[in-house]
């Protein structure tokens, strides 16, 4: 038998590329990680997690009653142990579109709606989508959620980022996005309410992003799992509000404000009300990608009974 430390197996990461990839996926998250992890576990002064997203992890936070009693329901009616459907539960995809048409001047029904394995599958998906359309790119914002721009890389989709802007309440420069934008330029993300920011955008800028994001013949990517977690005197305004000028694909997720982030429960939502995306092919491409993943688990899906 030949020497083990010899050996060649064609399963073998290669080394240079695999630091490669690491810089470009790991980034924030596993940094913030690496940081806790080194703290000298004997120093007494209690750590602040600056990188923690989760408000579940503190015993001030907890969620309503009501939403544990329809876990617990679901498990005992023993209705959902069984395999949920491709794009969700009925009942559960029409429990998110009435929520979201609360705040929406035309109606979402079932059929837009998608559930996910949290926010964060929501992301992949439509992502996902956007390399089916060749060398396209996208634009972020800078401060942003840095997992949109390590799943980009990580499927080669060009990235280019816009500023925020600190002295106009990190709203979007527009101006920069314009500039930025080209032939191949797919959709913008906007994240709001803010993370890291913390900013609420108001119904003037947004209909500007609108109105810019039509200009440039790209679709708006709504990141809006913070929805109505709003601090200060603007109030927030969903994207949708105006997808009749621009098509604007929502998502979000019942994580941070029922307090449940372990829950994964999300959703990708197409509001679209002149058919854009149905036509370019987009819906359709959404749904070959939801075609071959796991989804979230059945019992998890009544969380539709108390958004």
Same mark, same amino acid.
């Given at each position: 038998?030949?020497?083990?430390?010899?050996?060649?197996?064609?399963?073998?990461?290669?080394?240079? @590329?695999?630091?490669?990839?690491?810089?470009?996926?790991?980034?924030?998250?596993?940094?913030?990680?690496?940081?806790? #992890?080194?703290?000298?576990?004997? *120093?007494? /002064?209690?750590?602040?997690?600056? &990188?923690? %997203?989760?408000?579940?992890?503190?015993?001030?936070?907890?969620?309503?009653?009501?939403?544990?009693?329809?876990?617990?329901?679901?498990? /005992? =009616?023993?209705m959902f142990n069984c395999y949920a459907p491709m794009f969700g539960l009925p009942l559960a995809r029409r429990?998110?579109?009435?929520?979201?048409?609360? *705040?929406?001047?035309?109606?979402?029904?079932?059929?837009? +709606?998608?559930?996910?394995? &949290?926010?964060?599958?929501?992301?992949?998906?439509?992502?996902?989508?956007?390399?089916? @359309? &060749?060398?396209?790119?996208?634009?972020?914002?800078?401060?942003? !959620?840095?997992?949109?721009?390590?799943?980009?890389?990580?499927?080669? +989709? #060009?990235?280019?980022?816009?500023?925020?802007?600190?002295?106009? %309440? !990190?709203?979007? *420069?527009?101006?920069?996005?314009?500039?930025?934008?080209?032939?191949?330029?797919?959709?913008?993300?906007?994240?709001?309410?803010?993370?890291?920011? &913390?900013?609420?955008?108001?119904?003037?800028?947004?209909?500007? +992003?609108?109105?810019?994001? /039509?200009?440039?013949?790209?679709?708006?990517?709504?990141?809006?799992?913070?929805?109505?977690?709003?601090? %200060?005197?603007?109030?927030?305004?969903?994207?949708?509000?105006?997808?009749?000028?621009?098509?604007?694909?929502?998502?979000?997720?019942?994580?941070?404000? !029922?307090?449940?982030?372990? !829950?994964?429960?999300?959703?990708?939502?197409?509001?679209?009300?002149?058919?854009?995306?149905?036509?370019?092919?987009?819906?359709? =491409?959404?749904?070959?990608?939801?075609?071959? /993943?796991? %989804?979230?688990?059945?019992?998890?899906?009544?969380? #539709?009974?108390?958004?």
């Amino acid at each position: 038998m030949e020497n083990e430390a010899e050996k060649r197996w064609g399963f073998e990461v290669k080394k240079e @590329l695999n630091r490669a990839r690491e810089a470009e996926v790991a980034a924030l998250r596993y940094a913030s990680v690496s940081l806790m #992890e080194s703290v000298d576990k004997n *120093d007494p /002064r209690p750590v602040i997690p600056l &990188g923690h %997203g989760d408000p579940a992890a503190f015993p001030c936070f907890r969620t309503a009653a009501v939403a544990e009693d329809a876990i617990v329901d679901s498990v /005992r =009616s023993s209705m959902f142990n069984c395999y949920a459907p491709m794009f969700g539960l009925p009942l559960a995809r029409r429990a998110v579109a009435e929520y979201l048409n609360r *705040d929406l001047p035309y109606k979402l029904s079932a059929d837009d +709606i998608y559930i996910t394995l &949290g926010c964060m599958e929501a992301v992949e998906i439509i992502l996902t989508v956007i390399t089916r @359309l &060749g060398a396209a790119n996208i634009l972020l914002p800078r401060p942003g !959620w840095p997992f949109y721009e390590s799943f980009a890389k990580r499927n080669h +989709i #060009e990235v280019r980022h816009f500023d925020l802007l600190p002295e106009r %309440g !990190w709203e979007v *420069d527009l101006e920069a996005v314009e500039a930025l934008a080209d032939e191949n330029t797919a959709a913008i993300v906007i994240i709001n309410p803010c993370n890291p920011c &913390g900013n609420v955008l108001t119904y003037q800028h947004l209909q500007k +992003i609108a109105e810019t994001a /039509r200009k440039l013949g790209i679709l708006v990517i709504a990141d809006e799992v913070y929805g109505h977690l709003a601090f %200060g005197s603007t109030p927030y305004i969903p994207m949708g509000v105006f997808g009749s000028i621009v098509p604007v694909i929502t998502l979000g997720s019942i994580s941070k404000r !029922w307090i449940v982030p372990g !829950w994964r429960f999300g959703w990708l939502a197409t509001n679209d009300p002149n058919g854009v995306l149905q036509k370019s092919g987009i819906v359709g =491409s959404i749904k070959a990608c939801l075609g071959v /993943r796991s %989804g979230p688990s059945t019992l998890i899906q009544v969380c #539709e009974m108390f958004l």
